[in-house]
C-alpha cells in the first residue's frame, strides 16, 4: 500500500503527559499536513510543510504543540504536556507541489486524554 | 467564522436515486474545491475536485457543480448505492495558500 500511513492508529494518555505521532506521506509527495477533526467538525489545519521547511502553523498550534520534518520524508507531531481538550483525530494528508492542491489523508491517530 | 458551511448535517437517499449535498462558503478568494467521504475511525478519501475556472466535473458517478456568483457548490450521486453511507465533507482553498478550509460535513445515509 503506497498511500499516507500513520501510526499509531489510537493513544491513550493520562493528562501531563507528553504523545508524539508519526506521519509517513506518499513518497513523491513534497508537501504535509497536519489536521485535527473533532465529533462532529470538519478538519481543522494546524500546520504545513513542504519538504523540511515548516511554511505555516494555525493559530490552533499551541506552543505545547511542535511539528517536525527532518528529512523531507515522514514527520512527527509532538504534544507536550497533554490536556482532555486535546482528545481528537489527528490527521496526516499529503500533497505534491503544483496545480490543484489534492491533499490525500492517512487513517488518522485518535488520541483520548484522561 | 464558518467559511465553508455544510447546513444540513444529515440526508437520507433511497437506494437508486440521486444524492444532493450542498455547500456554501464565503471567502472569494477560494479557487479550488474538493470533496472527501469519510468513513468511522478512518481518515478521509478524495472523491473529486473541481477548479473555479470550471462550473461542472464529473467522474462516473459522482460531478460536482460550482456556481461562483452564489458561492455554492454541490455534489451528486447518481445512483445512490448503501457503500455510499458515509459522512462527506466539502474543502477549498484559496490561491496561493495550502491549507484546506473543511464544512462541518453532511451524514449520507442510502436506504434500500
Known amino acids: 500500500d503506497t498511500g499516507v500511513s500513520q501510526n499509531p492508529r489510537h493513544k491513550i494518555t493520562k493528562r501531563g503527559q507528553n504523545v508524539t505521532f508519526r506521519c509517513d506521506p506518499i513518497?513523491?509527495?513534497?508537501?504535509l499536513y497536519w489536521y485535527r477533526q473533532t465529533l462532529g467538525q470538519g478538519p481543522e489545519f494546524l500546520t504545513y510543510f513542504q519538504n523540511e521547511a515548516q511554511l505555516e502553523k494555525s493559530r490552533l498550534l499551541s506552543d505545547r504543540f511542535s511539528a517536525e520534518r527532518p528529512k523531507g520524508s515522514f514527520s512527527t507531531l509532538e504534544i507536550q504536556r497533554t490536556e482532555q481538550g486535546d482528545s481528537a483525530m489527528y490527521l496526516c494528508?499529503?500533497?505534491?507541489?503544483?496545480?490543484?492542491?489534492?491533499?490525500?489523508f492517512g487513517p488518522g491517530t485518535r488520541l483520548l486524554v484522561l | 467564522d464558518q467559511q465553508v458551511k455544510q447546513n444540513s448535517p444529515s440526508l437520507s437517499v433511497q437506494e437508486g436515486r440521486i444524492s444532493i449535498l450542498n455547500c456554501d462558503y464565503t471567502?472569494?478568494?477560494?479557487?479550488?474545491f474538493l470533496w472527501y467521504k469519510k468513513y468511522p475511525a478512518e481518515g478521509p478519501t478524495f472523491l473529486i475536485s473541481i477548479s473555479s475556472i470550471k462550473d461542472k466535473n464529473e467522474d462516473g458517478r459522482f460531478t460536482v457543480f460550482l456556481n461562483k456568483s452564489a458561492k455554492h457548490l454541490s455534489l451528486h450521486i447518481v445512483p445512490s448505492q448503501p457503500g455510499d453511507s458515509a459522512v462527506y465533507f466539502c474543502a477549498a482553498s484559496a490561491w496561493g495558500a495550502q491549507k484546506l478550509v473543511f464544512g462541518q460535513g453532511t451524514r449520507l445515509t442510502i436506504n434500500p
Open positions: 494528508a499529503s500533497s505534491a507541489s503544483g496545480g490543484g492542491e489534492t491533499q490525500y
Open positions: 471567502n472569494s478568494m477560494f479557487d479550488y
Open positions: 513518497s513523491e509527495h513534497n508537501r
